[in-house]
């Protein structure tokens, strides 16, 4: 195979345009901020250009704690190597036999460069129970999909619409669609109307509401609302709600208005509130009760590091416990408001022990809820993201 001297002459200047960005990144801010950042001050590089610099670099983060003996050269190698199917021209010039070996499965790909898959995680020691250790890792070397979960009664306009526009995608369930990363939904379908941008493992949470469901839900409050992806699931799957959402930025809450007026989600109330404050939640809350609140709580992120993977480089191990304990003090002020017989739904897209089995562990122990189920949401065996979930009632 031929390649010009031109087209070898732009894959090194991507090389070492890469690693001086990598040299630069200290880890103070998302990736991709720091990405758009620089990118906005070098106007020379055009999309192709940008897009093959910023794949040497994820490429490079996705390897987390494996092969950390090895120069940044050589690791920007073997991360293109493991998180690429297709031959390339790099590959070809630095490592041949590796291009020639490009699209084995991965698996196959670490024995040869002899990592074990356990070593790609940092943080080993401090995973949940059901996590497999060699799965997770693997994970990390792949691009995770992204799924919309499909509104009520809108499949079949869904569907036809993806089939018209020919975008390759893979039906998971009839309302739950993956699509590769890259893929530009908003040009297919209403999103928000029609069908929400909603990871696998979170439309999974469904499940959970359904069974507080059988309980006929009056007042349900999503304290802790982000984006407002599972108070839209919630409105979605319950029967008659009256929903009331809250997060402590009124940033997030004024973009959770305009999805809500995207998704024609009307009837809730909405409030700007730090839950570690016992007495802001009374201001605002009064004396409401709810029979139902979701709770899902500020976390690491670490079930999602395969979309950031910066983090298995940066993410220092003692904000787990900083996160564990804000978890605890925000659950602790919202049960306040839970009605007797309610249902209480904590979730995190983590998957560090002490942000999901001891917080379960520490309510059990000093509140009256009791556990109806907690589970695993291992998304890394589908490209998708992993949660935990556990749903208890206050007797």
Not at 324 to 331: G, T
Request: aromatic content about 12%; charged content about 25%.
């Amino acid at each position: 195979m031929y390649y010009c001297t031109y087209t070898m002459s732009r894959i090194y200047s991507h090389l070492n345009t890469a690693k001086t960005i990598l040299q630069h990144y200290k880890g103070d801010l998302p990736f991709s901020l720091f990405l758009k950042n620089f990118f906005s001050r070098e106007k020379k590089y055009g999309s192709r250009d940008r897009k093959s610099i910023s794949s040497l670099c994820y490429n490079y983060f996705r390897l987390g704690s494996a092969y950390d003996a090895y120069s940044l050269d050589e690791r920007l190698l073997a991360g293109t190597y493991l998180s690429t199917r297709s031959p390339n021209e790099w590959l070809h010039d630095e490592k041949p036999e590796w291009n020639d070996n490009i699209s084995l499965p991965l698996k196959d790909k670490l024995s040869s460069l002899s990592i074990r898959p356990n070593t790609i995680f940092p943080f080993n020691s401090e995973l949940s129970k059901d996590i497999d250790v060699d799965e997770f890792g693997i994970s990390f070397l792949i691009q995770p999909d992204v799924f919309i979960r499909v509104r009520p009664g809108k499949q079949q306009v869904v569907k036809s619409k993806l089939i018209n526009s020919k975008v390759s995608f893979k039906e998971i369930n009839e309302n739950c669609y993956a699509f590769e990363n890259a893929t530009k939904l908003e040009d297919i379908i209403d999103i928000n109307k029609d069908a929400v941008i909603q990871d696998a493992s979170s439309q999974a949470v469904g499940s959970f509401l359904l069974q507080a469901e059988m309980a006929r839900l009056g007042q349900v409050w999503d304290c802790c609302a982000a984006s407002g992806g599972k108070a839209i699931m919630a409105a979605d799957l319950l029967n008659d709600i009256k929903l009331t959402v809250s997060d402590v930025r009124p940033s997030i809450i004024h973009n959770l208005h305009a999805r809500f007026r995207e998704a024609e989600l009307k009837d809730y109330r909405s409030f700007v509130a730090d839950l570690t404050s016992s007495n802001v939640l009374r201001s605002s809350l009064k004396n409401t009760l709810f029979d139902l609140i979701i709770c899902d709580a500020p976390c690491s992120g670490s079930g999602t590091w395969s979309r950031t993977p910066e983090q298995l480089v940066f993410f220092k191990k003692e904000e787990v416990t900083r996160y564990s304990n804000l978890q605890k003090a925000i659950a602790m002020n919202a049960l306040s408001y839970l009605k007797k017989g309610g249902y209480f739904l904590y979730i995190t897209c983590s998957v560090f022990k002490k942000e999901n089995e001891e917080v379960v562990a520490f309510l059990q122990d000093e509140t009256s809820l009791s556990l109806v189920e907690m589970k695993m949401l291992k998304g890394y065996g589908i490209k998708a993201d992993t949660m935990f979930a556990a749903l208890f009632t206050f007797k």
